[in-house]
């Protein structure tokens, strides 16, 4: 499967990672099995060699790929037309993501991508027409997840779930308590609800 994470929380990003990690069976193949990747040491003919590696021992692979997609799309937007070497890469790395193997997770980690120009958009070059990453997400290529902090106005809803999800009782005055003297700092968000719940015992955090 391939997924897109945009402009991601890291907490909230950590803890996908985790599940799709967990996803993998044993946690010492899997370990074996996951290759992480920046922007500026790699490009799209990388991607797909490691993306397109079996498996060794296990049953599925990840390659996680950081700020690539971002970095492309400013090369694309500094060059004067489609038929970039920018733009190939692009298109070349569009074209072959299809033929990966059904056992492997390349995850593409992003903040600032732009929605204007062509990486998002598509454009026709050298290889013809290529598809952009709205159509790519749209027809399910790619999978779109969204990881982003909440606001302000959400952040008491995720305090209350999140509390739920780990079987920790507190009140509503305690959520925006916390809420305002934390911020939205989800890790240490989480990390004060362990506390509190520990101060608390089996009492609900007031």
Known sequence: MIYLFLDPDDYLLSRRLAVLKA??????????????LTGARTDAADILYHAGTMPFLANRRMVIVRDYLSQLDKRMGASKGTDSAAHNEAARLFADMDDLPASNDLIFVESGVDKRRHLWKGFSGERG???GLAELTASGRVALEELATPDVRQLGNWIGRTAKEQGIA???PAVQMLANFVGPNLRQLVNELEKLSLYAGDWAIT
């Open 23 to 36: 996803a993998m069976g044993d946690l010492e193949m899997a370990d074996l099995n996951v290759t992480e």
């Open 129 to 131: 027409a290529t598809p």
């Open 170 to 172: 507190i009140e509503g």
